[in-house]
Nanobody, 121 residues
Framework: QVQLVESGGGLVQAGGSLRVSCAAS????????MGWFRQAPGKEREFVAA????????YYADFVKGRFTISRDNAKNTVYLQMNSLKPEDTAVYYC??????????????WGQGTQVTVSS
């Protein structure tokens, strides 16, 4: 079965950096666009970033542009989210997602279990 396993979350001070990873198994990784979403307490899950199958196209929510970078390593079946200049409002559970269709209109066919990112002020 398909598994998306996130790792790398944790506690960081405002202005700091963190990289979260998502290892995929049970699917043909290069056939999927991959993305990251997040959900803060009391809020709906929201799109953060997405990357197409080759890594040649990336998409970002406006609130992370210039601070976050999504990348993928198809040899390792892994997608990454490098988060810099973190703010307390970035505190959320970050979820990895896989979409068989398109990175541009990211809708998850599969979800990971999530990893907590907490940014202290």
């Amino acid at each position: 079965q398909v598994q998306l396993v996130e790792s790398g979350g944790g506690l960081v001070q405002a202005g700091g950096s963190l990289r979260v990873s998502c290892a995929a198994s049970g699917l043909t990784f290069t056939r999927y666009a991959m993305g990251w979403f997040r959900q803060a307490p009391g809020k709906e899950r929201e799109f953060v970033a997405a990357i197409n199958w080759s890594g040649g196209s990336t998409y970002y929510a406006d609130f992370v542009k210039g601070r976050f970078t999504i990348s993928r390593d198809n040899a390792k079946n892994t997608v990454y989210l490098q988060m810099n200049s973190l703010k307390p409002e970035d505190t959320a559970v970050y979820y990895c997602a896989a979409d068989r269709r398109s990175a541009a209109t990211m809708r998850a066919d599969y979800w990971g279990q999530g990893t907590q990112v907490t940014v202290s002020s």
